[in-house]
């Protein structure tokens, strides 16, 4: 019985960080139609932000884990960078396909970009420790405090955006936009603007997932984005992308057939068990587990 439930706090734990990436990638989606794959590679900018700022932090007395406020800003910027410099025109004159190959081009020119950084390179870097080990124990369960901080921020980031999305200003706006653009700019919504304090918002959480990973797995890579960035998809696609606790339902449902795979069946076959749930779930319910079936209109 110990060892299910140690498999459920892993999935749970994995869930979670893939509940924030998946964050990220459903609000682009939500609001401007495109699956951004650079998303995943905002990650491993901001573990890389946390690893060089780290020591920085610690010199002036504070906990490590303050470093991902850096890595929140660095992110937001390389976010809104992405968006007006690579996704805005495609948006004015290119096409959806034009759109997604540009996403994947941002994607692979991020990580060759920290390859070609001296300070980077291509090997892994080790980080320190993020939050002070330990745990506690309920019988004979082990519950770590960073798995128990990392279940709890995707939770309340989860309702926290929720909450703004629907009862604030600028979360109004964004739903205007993802409904009807040109309706949106009729009730003086500035379109342009909203969007990029969209990306802001996504990249900056890509940011948290990075901390919340690395207190995990102290180790960092450039095709780290990548990795964890297709898991992420595959849980906003499950969980109905667009849809913000589908995002979060979606990553924890990812995790835990992914943790649960591991235990009882085989390491290897983790990610192969990840897709086809995904199969089986888009073949039952193409529009994801909470999204709705809208028909087209001809």
Request: hydrophobic share 55%; with cysteine; glycine share 10%.
């Amino acid at each position: 019985m110990s060892t299910f439930i140690q498999t459920v706090i892993v999935g749970l734990r994995l869930g979670s960080v893939y509940a924030l990436i998946a964050l990220g990638y459903t609000m682009v989606y939500g609001i401007i139609r495109l699956i951004n794959f650079a998303h995943g590679d905002f990650i491993m900018v901001g573990g890389y932000t946390i690893i060089f700022t780290v020591p920085l932090v610690l010199a002036l007395g504070l906990p490590a884990w303050a470093a991902v406020l850096a890595a929140v800003a660095v992110c937001a910027l390389v976010g809104m960078g992405t968006e007006i410099i690579a996704y805005r025109p495609v948006r004015k004159k290119g096409t959806n396909m034009s759109a997604l190959i540009t996403a994947i081009a941002m994607s692979l020119f991020l990580e060759n970009l920290a390859q070609a950084i001296p300070a980077i390179g291509p090997n892994p870097k080790v980080a320190d420790q993020i939050f002070t080990a330990g745990g506690f124990k309920i019988g004979s369960v082990t519950f770590e405090y960073t798995t128990v901080i990392t279940i709890v921020i995707s939770a309340v980031i989860m309702i926290v955006l929720y909450m703004f999305t629907q009862k604030t200003r600028l979360g109004r706006a964004m739903r205007c936009v993802s409904e009807d653009k040109s309706a949106a700019t009729l009730m003086g919504i500035n379109v342009n603007h909203t969007i990029i304090l969209t990306f802001a918002i996504g990249s900056a959480l890509a940011a948290v997932a990075a901390l919340m990973y690395m207190a995990q797995y102290p180790r960092i890579y450039t095709t780290l984005g990548s990795d964890l960035g297709i898991k992420a998809f595959v849980s906003a696609v499950l969980g109905g992308i667009g849809i913000i606790p589908g995002a979060v339902l979606g990553g924890f449902v990812v995790g835990l057939f992914e943790s649960f795979t591991t235990s009882y069946i085989s390491s290897s076959l983790a990610d192969a068990v990840v897709f086809l749930i995904l199969i089986v779930v888009l073949l039952l319910k193409p529009a994801g587990i909470m999204g709705k079936n809208v028909g087209e209109k001809v």
